[in-house]
């Protein structure tokens, strides 16, 4: 089991707020982990853990660019307190790839152009692979519909769906 680096808050010493043990099991491996019982999985994701494809976008879960799968449903992380988590299977963007081959979804957002800054990416594409895998990636009204909770700044949208379909289209199985 692998052990995550956990600093130590100021004044941890005197703190009334109780520390939680957790494990997460993140991209297939388990990480038992000490920290605050406020700890969001997003802050334990990119801080504790060093994953940093899931973004800090609003902190308010309005924006989707913290999104990431746990138990293979998408989630906004930001609003989930790490502490639910415990024992359950967490995949972040960097968990995508096998074998060091980027997953049919991310080629697709890279052949489509379906970026432009690359902030909102990892959740645009978090939240692709559950769309698909939950069949709702038929239409482009669907895709629309679903993708809503994920926002793009530079207004990439188009090409984001265009990624999508043609993954859809193709008949890849862009799930897990």
Known sequence: MKHADTPTRPGEATSQIPDVDVTLHVNGDP????FDSRVTLLDALRDHLGLTGAKKGCDQGACGACTVLVDGKR?????????????????????????????PLQKAFARHDAFQ??????????????????????????????MSGNICRCGAYPNIRAAIRDVVSEGNDASL
């Not at 690359?118 to 519909?145: F, N, W």
């Open 31 to 34: 990480y038992r982990m000490r």
């Open 75 to 103: 989630i906004v992380s930001c609003l989930a307190l790490a502490a639910q988590y415990d024992g359950r299977e967490i995949t972040t963007v960097e968990g995508l790839t096998e074998d060091g081959e980027p997953h």
């Open 117 to 146: 800054c690359g902030y909102c990416t990892p959740g645009q594409i978090m939240s692709a692979v559950s769309l698909e895998a939950e069949g709702r990636a038929g239409t482009d009204a669907d895709i629309r519909e679903f």
